[in-house]
């Protein structure tokens, strides 16, 4: 400990300064910053820097810069204060999960706020306009027969500016579409309060432009419009395999337990047709007694689906009897109790 404080490592409480390094005031009035990033640590008001190592432990994980003693044969470390340590680890971690991210093509937060702001900042109309320049608007804005309630017949103007404005406009939004998957992301949710004939068209412009199909988009597109527009393009043109996809969170499914229902009605049509093809509710908590009815028409409706796909094959027709009455006899059942 003596040997630290006279190399005056002993420091105030670190402050964070930048992404990936932090500032701590030493016990000898020298102020450093220390970049996890770079593995090196700086004077602020001399500019002298040392590289610094990071030394994983059994509970927690040392962190130590080169010291200066020049009698020493080969390099030595001395360790930073666990204060420091600790927070010189939780920026390490920062930028590990920073650069997972970036493997998978996912931004970081920051980046991610952006994209949420440039998109928040552009209407409906400019973004459909941006994404489908060669389909007109005004024949088709009419309400989505799925849900004319929930959605509107039209989409949200843009303010009245200049042609050369709208065109910038239209480009910064393409380009985004083009060259960022988060993006497209965020669209595609945003894509989901729009009326029906536009959604459609939306979402294979979407997937057109890069956007990975998933079951996860089938979920979104169940729960935040409801409808069956956006389902047909990712089910039936994307063919996206929906069987064991879990489709409500918690919350969601102790809202209808609690009697607050309404949203189970607006995307009844949607959540039928997944678990139709496989999907559950989940298991989260307790069903309401509409979850239920729902979740029990829609075994009805997938044991018909099967039998479907069975009728092209070549089985006996005493097979298929048998198939139906094991697949639908349990529901039957029910019906005539």
């Known amino acids: 400990r003596e040997n630290r404080e006279s190399l005056g490592v002993v420091a105030e409480a670190p402050v964070r300064d930048g992404k990936y390094s932090i500032l701590y005031s030493a016990s000898n ?20 820097r040392r590289p610094i190592i990071r030394v994983e432990g059994r509970v927690w994980h040392m962190w130590q810069f080169q010291s200066d003693n020049r009698a020493a044969t080969k390099r030595t470390f001395v360790q930073y204060p666990k204060d420091v ?108 309060r729009w009326p029906a004939p536009l959604l459609m068209g ?71 047709a997944l678990l139709a093809r496989g999907a559950l509710l989940g298991s989260h908590c307790s069903k309401s007694k509409l979850l239920r009815r729902l979740e029990e028409d829609a075994e009805a409706l997938w044991a018909q689906r099967v039998l479907h796909g069975l009728t092209h094959s070549e089985l006996p027709d005493a097979v298929l009897r048998l198939l139906s009455e094991f697949l639908l006899g349990s529901a039957e059942a029910e019906e005539a109790d």
């Open 85 to 192: 340590c600790f927070a010189l680890e939780d920026r390490w971690k920062a930028q590990c999960e920073a650069l997972a991210a970036a493997e998978k093509g996912f931004p970081d937060s920051q980046h991610l706020e952006s994209l949420k702001g440039k998109l928040s900042k552009w209407t409906d109309e400019l973004l459909y306009s941006s994404l489908c320049p060669n389909t007109g608007l005004e024949h088709l804005c009419v309400s989505d027969s799925d849900d004319p309630e929930h959605h509107p017949e039209h989409l949200e103007p843009s303010p009245a500016c200049s042609e050369s404005d709208h065109a910038l406009e239209r480009h910064a939004i393409s380009d985004l579409i083009l060259h960022e998957s988060a993006f497209r992301e965020l669209l595609f949710e945003r894509a989901m």
């Open 202 to 272: 939306a979402v294979r412009a979407l997937l057109a432009s890069g956007l990975q199909a998933s079951p996860e988009h089938c979920r979104k597109a169940a729960l935040l419009h409801g409808g069956l527009s956006a389902l047909r393009v990712l089910l039936v043109e994307a063919h996206v395999d929906v069987c064991g996809l879990e489709l409500l969170e918690s919350g969601l499914s102790s809202r209808a337990s609690a009697g607050k229902s309404g949203w189970v009605q607006r995307c009844k049509p949607a959540l039928k």
């Open 29 to 48: 009035g020298s102020t450093y910053k220390i970049d996890v990033a770079s593995m090196v640590q700086t004077n602020v008001k001399r500019g002298t």
